[in-house]
């Protein structure tokens, strides 16, 4: 309103508004909304069908955590944006690319989430299921995972965050013909100098993760917060 800064550089709320509008009229929004969900859903659904049986074999046997227990805890560390040159270079400018870079971003965190929580059971509570008659599988699903639980879904929500990032690294720098997603629209708004647009994708990535933490997380954690009486 006062002009200090040039519309370029800092457009107004009523630029990101017009923006809004004419990206929701043609749909470009919306498009571009329902790939990147697809793509972030596909991909951290793989983390967690890969992380959760990694983070049970690093915490049951030593070999194993120290081996993959001390890998994950290394790519932990590694920025999601380092695994796009890699996988430009080994698929291509492919979907495969994509949801690699988001696998990669969310798998160890899951895992290690996993590994923690299960090593936080009370062991009392393993030899109780077993002198009722519990063995292996069955302790394992009904005693053991159901008590690592409030670790488990902290690993999963940060592991969702982690998801977000790489793929919003990844579209930016991946560019392929299957799909644009909201990170393709914040490039192509950094090439033209659309700063309306690139402000607008940055409020939609926000609100969506908002809107995922409230409707799916949040609950989760009230409801483990009452079963364990920590509220």
């Known amino acids: 309103r006062a002009k200090v800064w040039s519309p370029v550089l800092l457009p107004s709320p009523k630029m990101v508004g017009l923006y809004f509008l004419h990206a929701a009229q043609d749909g470009s929004l919306f498009q571009a909304m329902a790939v ?4 972030l859903i596909i991909g951290y659904a793989i983390g967690l069908g890969l992380g959760f049986p990694l ?20 790519l932990q560390t590694l920025p999601s944006v380092c695994w796009v ?11 495969t690319a994509m949801q690699f870079v988001v696998v990669m971003g969310c798998l160890w965190s899951i895992s290690l989430a996993t590994d923690t929580g299960i090593r936080n059971v009370p062991p ?22 159901p008590a690592s639980l409030p670790f488990i879904v902290s690993g999963m929500k940060q592991g969702w965050a982690f998801a977000w ?11 392929i013909i299957s799909g644009f997603g909201l ?14 647009q690139v402000i607008g994708v940055i409020f939609i990535i926000i609100a969506l993760g908002l809107l995922v ?14 079963r364990w009486g920590t509220k």
Not at 55 to 74: E, R, Y
Not at 165 to 175: C, F, G, N, P, Q
Not at 183 to 196: F, I, K, T, V
């Open 85 to 95: 040159p890699l996988s430009l270079l080994w698929f291509g400018q492919t979907e």
């Open 165 to 175: 990032r790489s793929l919003m690294a990844a579209e930016i720098y991946v560019t």
């Open 36 to 39: 990147t969900l697809r793509r």
């Open 55 to 74: 983070g049970q074999l690093t915490a049951k046997f030593q070999v194993c955590n120290d081996t993959i227990g001390v890998l994950a805890l290394g």
């Open 183 to 196: 990170g393709h629209l914040l490039h192509y708004g950094r090439e033209l100098q659309a700063m309306d």
């Open 124 to 145: 009392i509570y393993a030899r109780a299921a077993r002198t009722m008659g519990s063995r292996g599988l069955h302790t394992l699903l009904t005693v053991t995972f």
């Open 213 to 226: 933490d409230k409707l799916v997380f949040s609950p989760i954690e009230k409801f483990l917060h009452y």
